[in-house]
């Protein structure tokens, strides 16, 4: 068994390497099945591995584990409302956990005490997501927030509002695992370096003014334990599971003449290029008129930090216009917009070939 999975492995692995520029779309996903297949034989029980990997980093006692059923049981019990941070993270996690239950109440949920959520749906032998919607969060700690200068309104316009309810269909309903954080970006950026995770005043044009005071180097610090929670958790994932795709899941604000739906491949391989065009000539084909590449964004640090470790996995991001969801006010979502584009990227992601090599 082991020769067989190391020599399907190295026999993809050539024909990646050698016929990048010569494959058709068709040949390509005869490629991503057969790939499935070899995965199949080597995932086991990759969740079980993943938690004894936290409990080898001491992070088990800042975690729940269990799945929607039991924390829906258990979402007015006092060791579940104490847990989180404070009471204002806890009703948004107990919101989230209602609305799964019962649909998706055998899913399994690991859950940190500052709202990082991991949703595993992984199914072996099938075709699995890794989906990342690190800007969906709007949770500060408060005594954080008091230091804050910006106004709720501004920053929730800058919030990726909704952006798990966008993508989380595609790991719920098809298969794999979802990322979702509750912390807001302007407490905690995921999506950047360490050193520029925390945001600086006079840093970003979209917004002068982050802090009244600068942090001190102990708020600093209880900050940076989430990121470092974060790409933890992030790394064992990845080397506990196999995926087919990797995606950062984000919206945009509607404005600067952008597209209503665009895509960052600043890091995907040139081998998978003619995937993301298939992706972009399906959407098209769903009535989305607008859709670009790295317009207005390339792709984030996550992106490259995942692409280092993993070069030859089909890493893209995707960003969708609020306005295509949202009302005028840019914080009010509109529940039947946002479940038409979920079933709309479900069936992009299901793109099939004809004969010809040609987006069905």
Known sequence: MKKLI???????YNVLVFSKRTLSLRDR????????????????????????????????????????????????????????????????????????????????????????IVFDNYKPN?????????????????EIKKNMA??????????DLGSGMLYAMTVLEEGGIWIDCKQSRFMCDFNRSYAKAIYANNQEKMLRSVWKEELNEQQKEIILDSYRHFYYILSRLISS????????????????NRPEISFGTKYVPAFYMPIVQ????RLKKLDYKDVRINDPYKGGYILKFLTSKFPNVFIFSMEVNKKLYMRADETTIVKSKVD?????????????????GEVK
């Not at 298939?278 to 000539?281: D, K, S």
């Open 6 to 12: 190391k020599d399907n492995l190295k026999l993809f």
């Open 29 to 116: 996903f005869f490629l991503f099945r057969h790939l499935d297949r070899i995965w199949g034989k080597v995932c086991e029980t990759p969740h079980l591995n993943f938690l004894s990997q936290l409990t080898d980093y001491k992070l088990i006692g800042d975690v729940l584990d269990g799945d929607v059923e039991h924390f829906y049981k258990s979402r007015n019990r006092l060791w579940f409302k104490n847990y989180f941070e404070d009471r204002d993270l806890y009703e948004i996690i107990k919101q989230d956990i209602e609305k799964l239950y019962p649909k998706y109440k055998e899913i399994k949920l690991t859950i940190t005490h500052k709202g990082i």
């Open 340 to 356: 038409k584009i979920s079933q709309d990227i479900i069936k992009m992601l299901k793109i099939e070939a004809d004969e010809n």
């Open 126 to 142: 099938k075709f699995n997501s890794l989906l990342l919607t690190i800007h969906n969060g709007t949770w500060i700690d408060k």
């Open 150 to 159: 910006m106004p709720d309104k501004k920053r929730l316009t800058e919030e």
């Open 241 to 256: 599971y196999r995926f087919n795709i990797i995606f950062d899941g984000h919206s945009m604000r509607d404005k600067d």
């Open 278 to 281: 298939a992706f972009r000539q």
